[in-house]
């Protein structure tokens, strides 16, 4: 058997911070549409900075 190697908490956070940009950004289309939402409101949602939604 193979173990899946450990993940770190740097790359945990990483990944919970983009599945809330995720998140955010899917709910906002439903309720405005793709055309009518912002970046800022997607940061604003997942309660991220903007610079971390562009890295």
């Known amino acids: 058997m193979t173990a899946e190697p450990e993940v770190s908490r740097r790359e945990r956070k990483k990944e919970e911070t983009k599945e809330r940009i995720f998140k ?3 709910a906002l289309f439903k309720h405005k549409g793709v055309d009518a939402t912002t ?3 997607i ?4 309660d991220v900075a903007k610079g971390t939604f562009f890295n």
Do not use: S
């Open 24 to 26: 955010a950004a899917f």
């Open 43 to 46: 940061c604003d949602k997942a």
């Open 39 to 41: 970046v800022e409101e």
